[in-house]
């Protein structure tokens, strides 16, 4: 067994055994009154055949056994206390008849005869319950207490009655309006004398309900009255069939609801009741046994529950943080209707062991009330976790959903939907959790006015310091209302420029290319946006970003050389891969005047990656295209002493020097320039080279071609001259 589920189940262990010898009391229940004490001496008694309405015991409890199915709420105190003392008699009768036949019966289970003999006993059981005023403890103890306290309350009745000092009458309807007439403060409830045990009238209770009960502090009281005459049950006997003292120890040594499973008593006795009923407190040894064996099980699923549901965290995030693939973001519902199965399969695992420990093995008192506790402490924490997931899961699935029902069945477009869709859900899913939450502290028994003390708190956050959260989601639903930027588009938010990944209910998030930024939606909408993305349905699976790049131009350049750029750049760009409708223009700049060469399109680049790397081809090859212009144009001088004929025959021998060079243009030679130690002559050419290596390859060959042509012709080139500068480099 793994560690930690040692030390869990080690830690419960020593929760629950300690509980198991707190006081026997309800822990919700208010202290009863000590009885006053008993007179010295041997006091004198009237027995139950003795009293006044013995004879009325006896005829209820043939009318019961005649219809079983009466009524035990009556409309007088009488009524509702002779009906639940003679049901309960009646209970304890028919399930001692039942449990003393187990042996003599075949098999390990009850016949389907006895169980719907059983189904009639639990059913006039549960009409001697509703006697009991219980509207004042805790719902989700409210069932297996009441039955506790009905049990118990029969216990301290026959105590009542048989140890009672002298007669007394219980009123009936006309008895309870004689009683109101002869008081200054008429009132609908009775109190057997002697006692704090009261019967008022219900009146908040409907049609054949409606009646005398025991109220809530009769109620209350139940478990310090049965407390404190506990040393005394022995002295009640058993002189009588209504009589039943041990009603309820029997109830709560043995597993099973009413009645304890026949392979249970089919066990030898001596065996059974000298090691399986050994009482540790309020419970038996089996009662402990079963229900640390069951703990165990349940917390080696929960615990297996947990870390499954852990690494579907771990799987989503190693997705969503990563770069995500159109697969990938299409697995994402699969992954939250994951944690949906995780979290529902839990949900019927502690309702099944909450009934298995109250309905079979029985566990009843303290470790009752605090398993109880724990148990819908544990559901309600996943009902919780599966109301959250379960809107997430649809959120998920209906933004694939739309986005299929839109014909636009890709990863950038359910992203966007997602976006916009699944804020709303894990809201309304976080709404619903924490519904589930409140309901948990009324079941739970928390007052209403503290429950609604629980509710005004996340108000009073909200109104002194979530003001910032407040203006972030109102911010958040006029960016999702607007539009002016969508997930997967390049744009700048204020100085930061990056990718938008996601767009929140409280921030959005950019990616720049050293980092994600987190940005609150308030400063977003305050801040100026520019959107370098185009919005076109053409490809909606495609995100097309503008693209523009600014070249400064030499300030030295010619016309010619000028048109040279434009052309060379125009060419290099409408053929880049991954850049379409491609602009190259001249600009010049306001403030110096200087030249600019604007380059502009439209790319498809989803990450930085892609961006840089088309920014870096772009930028690296314009400037390789620059300085192939100024080399594209040579000024050569050659000495005064040059003849008239070979300074007009030097531009013809300059353009023989290209025959050689397939690839290069030449343009035009002219002399140019008078310069004081030459006349300088300047030519110029375009080379379709493919490569930047390949035209200086070729500069080199024209410069080593000229100047063998000069030195055949007998040109002299005085020094320095740019041709020479240019060979030599």
Same mark, same amino acid.
């Given at each position: 067994?793994?560690?930690?589920?040692?030390?869990?189940?080690?830690?419960?262990?020593?929760?629950?055994?300690?509980?198991?010898?707190?006081?026997?009391?309800?822990?919700?229940?208010?202290?009863?009154?000590?009885?006053?004490?008993?007179?010295?001496?041997?006091?004198?008694?009237?027995?139950?055949?003795?009293?006044?309405?013995?004879?009325?015991?006896?005829?209820?409890?043939?009318?019961?056994?005649?219809?079983?199915?009466?009524?035990?709420?009556?409309?007088?105190?009488?009524?509702?206390?002779?009906?639940?003392?003679?049901?309960?008699?009646?209970?304890?009768?028919?399930?001692?008849?039942?449990?003393?036949?187990?042996? $003599?019966?075949?098999?390990?289970?009850?016949?389907?005869?006895?169980?719907?003999?059983?189904?009639?006993?639990?059913?006039?059981?549960?009409?001697?319950?509703?006697?009991?005023?219980?509207?004042?403890?805790?719902?989700?103890?409210?069932?297996?207490?009441?039955?506790?306290?009905?049990?118990?309350?029969?216990?301290?009745?026959?105590?009542?009655?048989?140890?009672?000092?002298?007669?007394?009458?219980?009123?009936?309807?006309?008895?309870?309006?004689?009683?109101?007439?002869?008081?200054?403060?008429?009132?609908?409830?009775?109190?057997?004398?002697?006692?704090?045990?009261?019967?008022?009238?219900?009146?908040?209770?409907?049609?054949?309900?409606?009646?005398?009960?025991?109220?809530?502090?009769?109620?209350?009281?139940?478990?310090?009255?049965?407390?404190?005459?506990?040393?005394?049950?022995?002295?009640?006997?058993?002189?009588?069939?209504?009589?039943?003292?041990?009603?309820?120890?029997?109830?709560?040594?043995?597993?099973?609801?009413?009645?304890?499973?026949?392979?249970?008593?089919?066990?030898?006795?001596?065996?059974?009741?000298?090691?399986?009923?050994?009482?540790?407190?309020?419970?038996?040894?089996?009662?402990?046994?079963?229900?640390?064996?069951?703990?165990? $099980?349940?917390?080696?699923?929960?615990?297996?529950?947990?870390?499954?549901?852990?690494?579907?965290?771990?799987?989503?995030?190693?997705?969503?943080?990563?770069?995500?693939?159109?697969?990938?973001?299409?697995?994402?519902?699969?992954?939250?209707?994951?944690?949906?199965?995780?979290?529902?399969?839990?949900?019927?695992?502690?309702?099944?062991?909450?009934?298995?420990?109250?309905?079979?093995?029985?566990?009843?008192?303290?470790?009752?009330?605090?398993?109880?506790?724990?148990?819908?402490?544990?559901?309600?924490?996943?009902?919780?976790?599966?109301?959250?997931?379960?809107?997430?899961?649809?959120?998920?699935?209906?933004?694939?959903?739309?986005?299929?029902?839109?014909?636009?069945?890709?990863?950038?477009?359910?992203?966007?939907?997602?976006?916009?869709?699944?804020?709303?859900?894990?809201?309304?899913?976080?709404?619903?959790?924490?519904?589930?939450?409140?309901?948990?502290?009324?079941?739970?028994?928390?007052?209403?006015?503290?429950?609604?003390?629980?509710?005004?708190?996340?108000?009073?956050?909200?109104?002194?310091?979530?003001?910032?959260?407040?203006?972030?989601?109102?911010?958040?639903?006029?960016?999702?209302?607007?539009?002016?930027?969508?997930?997967?588009?390049?744009?700048?938010?204020?100085?930061?420029?990056?990718?938008?990944?996601?767009?929140?209910?409280?921030?959005?998030?950019?990616?720049?290319?050293?980092?994600?930024?987190?940005?609150?939606?308030?400063?977003?909408?305050?801040?100026?946006?520019?959107?370098?993305?185009?919005?076109?349905?053409? $490809?909606?699976?495609?995100?097309?970003?503008?693209?523009?790049?600014?070249?400064?131009?030499?300030?030295?350049?010619?016309?010619?050389?000028?048109?040279?750029?434009?052309?060379?750049?125009?060419?290099?760009?409408?053929?880049?891969?991954?850049?379409?409708?491609?602009?190259?223009?001249?600009?010049?700049?306001?403030?110096?005047?200087?030249?600019?060469?604007?380059?502009?399109?439209?790319?498809?680049?989803?990450?930085?990656?892609?961006?840089?790397?088309?920014?870096? $081809?772009?930028?690296?090859?314009?400037?390789?295209?620059?300085?192939?212009?100024?080399?594209?144009?040579?000024?050569?001088?050659?000495?005064?002493?040059?003849?008239?004929?070979?300074?007009?025959?030097?531009?013809?021998?300059?353009?023989?020097?290209?025959?050689?060079?397939?690839?290069?243009?030449?343009?035009?030679?002219?002399?140019?320039?008078?310069?004081?130690?030459?006349?300088?002559?300047?030519?110029?050419?375009?080379?379709?080279?493919?490569?930047?290596?390949?035209?200086?390859?070729?500069?080199?060959?024209?410069?080593?071609?000229?100047?063998?042509?000069?030195?055949?012709?007998?040109?002299?080139?005085?020094?320095?001259?740019?041709?020479?500068?240019?060979?030599?480099?």
């Amino acid at each position: 067994m793994p560690r930690p589920i040692r030390l869990l189940l080690a830690f419960l262990i020593a929760c629950l055994l300690p509980l198991m010898g707190l006081s026997r009391a309800a822990l919700w229940a208010a202290p009863a009154a000590a009885p006053p004490a008993p007179a010295t001496g041997r006091p004198s008694y009237v027995p139950l055949e003795s009293q006044p309405f013995h004879g009325q015991l006896l005829e209820l409890q043939q009318q019961w056994i005649d219809a079983p199915l009466n009524q035990v709420v009556g409309d007088s105190p009488r009524a509702t206390l002779l009906n639940f003392y003679v049901v309960m008699a009646q209970v304890n009768r028919d399930i001692a008849r039942i449990e003393a036949k187990a042996a $003599a019966t075949p098999g390990l289970f009850w016949s389907s005869a006895v169980q719907n003999e059983l189904a009639l006993i639990h059913s006039y059981f549960q009409e001697a319950v509703k006697a009991l005023d219980v509207s004042e403890i805790p719902q989700s103890i409210r069932a297996d207490f009441a039955d506790e306290y009905a049990l118990k309350l029969k216990v301290i009745l026959d105590y009542v009655f048989s140890h009672s000092r002298k007669p007394f009458e219980i009123p009936d309807a006309a008895g309870m309006k004689a009683l109101n007439e002869g008081r200054v403060n008429p009132s609908a409830s009775w109190t057997i004398p002697g006692t704090s045990i009261t019967l008022s009238e219900d009146i908040t209770r409907e049609g054949r309900e409606r009646g005398f009960t025991f109220t809530t502090s009769t109620v209350a009281q139940i478990p310090g009255l049965y407390d404190e005459i506990g040393n005394q049950v022995a002295s009640i006997g058993d002189a009588s069939t209504l009589l039943t003292p041990e009603i309820y120890h029997t109830f709560s040594l043995h597993p099973g609801y009413i009645l304890a499973p026949k392979w249970y008593l089919m066990i030898p006795e001596r065996f059974r009741m000298g090691v399986l009923e050994l009482q540790w407190g309020q419970q038996t040894l089996f009662q402990i046994l079963s229900g640390l064996l069951a703990l165990m $099980a349940f917390v080696a699923v929960q615990f297996r529950l947990l870390s499954a549901l852990l690494a579907t965290y771990r799987m989503g995030d190693g997705i969503e943080r990563d770069r995500l693939t159109s697969v990938q973001i299409w697995q994402l519902d699969n992954i939250a209707w994951h944690r949906v199965l995780l979290a529902v399969v839990s949900l019927p695992l502690t309702r099944l062991l909450e009934s298995f420990v109250d309905q079979y093995i029985g566990v009843t008192g303290t470790p009752l009330l605090v398993l109880t506790y724990m148990f819908y402490t544990i559901y309600f924490s996943w009902a919780g976790l599966f109301s959250f997931f379960l809107m997430e899961a649809l959120g998920r699935s209906f933004s694939e959903w739309i986005s299929i029902v839109r014909g636009k069945r890709n990863a950038l477009q359910l992203s966007r939907v997602s976006n916009l869709v699944m804020p709303v859900c894990r809201v309304l899913g976080a709404i619903i959790g924490i519904s589930l939450m409140y309901r948990l502290l009324i079941l739970l028994g928390l007052p209403g006015s503290t429950v609604l003390a629980f509710s005004a708190v996340p108000g009073l956050a909200i109104g002194l310091g979530a003001s910032k959260l407040l203006g972030n989601l109102f911010a958040g639903l006029s960016i999702q209302t607007d539009r002016p930027l969508r997930v997967g588009e390049f744009c700048r938010i204020g100085a930061n420029l990056g990718y938008v990944t996601k767009i929140g209910l409280r921030s959005l998030e950019l990616q720049t290319h050293e980092s994600r930024i987190t940005i609150p939606n308030s400063v977003v909408d305050e801040e100026t946006i520019v959107n370098y993305s185009l919005r076109s349905g053409l $490809a909606p699976d495609q995100v097309l970003h503008v693209f523009e790049l600014h070249l400064p131009v030499p300030a030295d350049l010619t016309p010619d050389q000028l048109d040279d750029l434009l052309y060379y750049s125009r060419l290099f760009l409408f053929e880049l891969q991954g850049l379409s409708a491609a602009q190259v223009f001249l600009d010049q700049a306001t403030q110096d005047g200087e030249l600019l060469l604007r380059c502009c399109g439209q790319i498809h680049a989803p990450s930085w990656t892609d961006y840089l790397t088309l920014r870096e $081809a772009a930028l690296l090859r314009l400037r390789q295209l620059l300085d192939q212009v100024l080399r594209s144009r040579m000024v050569i001088g050659v000495a005064y002493n040059t003849s008239p004929e070979l300074l007009q025959r030097i531009p013809d021998l300059i353009a023989g020097l290209f025959e050689a060079e397939p690839l290069a243009a030449f343009r035009a030679c002219r002399l140019m320039a008078i310069s004081d130690f030459s006349y300088d002559f300047t030519y110029d050419y375009r080379s379709s080279q493919p490569t930047y290596a390949a035209f200086k390859d070729e500069v080199a060959r024209l410069n080593r071609a000229l100047l063998a042509l000069f030195a055949a012709e007998g040109i002299e080139i005085p020094y320095p001259t740019q041709a020479e500068i240019q060979l030599d480099g």
